[in-house]
């Protein structure tokens, strides 16, 4: 039984088109087909019509080969384009195939058609079952992407969440009547939920490509005492020791220009992942060290240390491994919100040693303010 195939054919000569269609029919195919000669009914044929096959001579009065093929490449269509011509010499040939046309025939050896449109079709069916493969993976990949950032956001809002829990514990135990203590933790558990608030627009941030700074001065070793007072009691409760600390160089303000709310949000979600890893409790250090040229930030760990083979895919987004809790999203937002503010994140971990993630923002340190102090002494966890 033939094939039914529909050709455009671009040429001038019916009684080429004729000779076309004959040898299309001894090969077991029914052509349907509509001749065009300029390119004006070119591309009025291929908006109206879906075709097979795309058969063109090569010169004409009003249009050529070469041109044919721009205005079928234009379409952005797949479509077989095989060139007919009685005239054309072999380096125009080649120039055509390099052009994208798919095959070049002679007139004088129209046998070779058949055996070209076969396997052009055959190819053009491939290349269009390769790309609806290739669709689904990527709405497979889509779909998993999707429930990677759920599981993200649960992870990232797991620190505020438990601090919240915390606080509402000692709010609820029996004898725990002092308004000062009461007030206190309420206040911890308001924080917390702007906090909540926050993260997830850096989601949306991230999800845009933006990370909006609202830059003001920073004292990075209040910062370190204010982690202490927000996590200690929580991650005592899981046998883990958090600890913080913070110095500067003399004459220097313990001041930096940074957006407060998204540096706080780096650093929990730094010693998060790092009380994550300590399953069995252990020992999480943040430090700050303000220098004249500007300020470093370290949160150490002495858990079992990152995989050597994972170590260069940690930042990037949705990376997950098969014992973190974790899909890599906090991570590379926490870089970007990082070399936002100019500055650069790396870290340093080896097995069974323990991990150092350090942050470096570069020099800008504005004037000290009325009420600052450059006192470099070490900070104390308050009771």
């Known amino acids: 039984m033939s094939k039914t195939l529909k050709v455009l054919i671009v040429d001038d000569v019916e009684d080429d088109v004729v000779l076309l269609v004959r040898e299309l029919r001894h090969g077991d195919y029914n052509p349907l087909y509509l001749r065009v000669d300029r390119p004006e009914a070119m591309k009025n044929a291929l908006e109206k019509s879906k075709w097979d096959l795309v058969i063109s001579d090569f010169t004409m009065p009003h249009f050529n080969g070469m041109s044919a093929l721009a205005v079928l490449q234009e379409t952005g269509l797949d479509i077989p384009f095989i060139i007919v011509s009685g005239s ?18 002679m007139k004088n050896n129209l046998h070779r058609l058949v055996p070209a449109v076969a396997r052009e079709l055959s190819e053009a069916e ?16 889509r779909l998993q992407m999707v429930g990677q950032v759920a599981a993200s956001i649960i992870h990232d809002l797991k620190n505020p969440m438990q601090v919240i829990l915390g606080n509402l514990d000692f709010l609820n135990a029996e004898g725990l009547a002092s308004p000062d203590k009461r007030k206190k933790y309420s206040g911890v558990i308001e924080k917390q ?23 003001e001065p920073v004292n990075l070793l209040e910062l ?49 992942n790092a009380r994550d890893v300590l399953t069995g409790g252990g020992t999480i250090r943040v430090s700050a060290a303000v220098r004249a040229q500007g300020a ?17 895919k940690i930042f990037d987004p949705f990376f997950s491994h098969g014992k973190a809790k974790g899909t890599g999203l906090g991570l590379s937002i926490c870089k970007k919100i990082v070399e936002a503010h100019g500055g650069k994140i790396d870290f340093s971990s080896e097995a069974g040693a ?23 002494r070490k900070l104390e966890k308050r009771e």
């Open 296 to 312: 470093e930030i370290e949160v150490w760990n002495d858990g079992p240390g990152i995989p050597e083979e994972i170590q260069d």
């Open 126 to 141: 491939e290349r269009r079952a390769r790309r609806a493969a290739e669709e689904k993976l990527r709405a497979a990949e």
């Open 354 to 376: 323990g991990t150092a993630f350090r942050i470096v923002l570069p020099v800008q340190i504005p004037p000290p303010l009325p009420s600052t102090t450059s006192s470099g």
């Open 88 to 105: 054309i010499g072999e380096d125009v040939a080649v120039a055509c195939m390099k052009a994208g046309a798919s095959d070049y025939i």
């Open 193 to 215: 939920v702007e906090r909540m608030l926050g993260m997830c627009q850096e989601i949306l941030d991230f999800a845009r490509g933006e990370v909006p700074l609202a830059l």
């Open 224 to 272: 370190c005492r204010d982690l202490a007072e927000t996590y200690e009691r929580s991650f005592t409760s899981m046998g883990v020791q958090l600890s913080c600390s913070g110095r500067t160089e003399e004459n220097t303000s313990p001041f930096v220009l940074a957006d407060k709310e998204r540096i706080w949000r780096v650093i929990t979600n730094l010693i998060g």
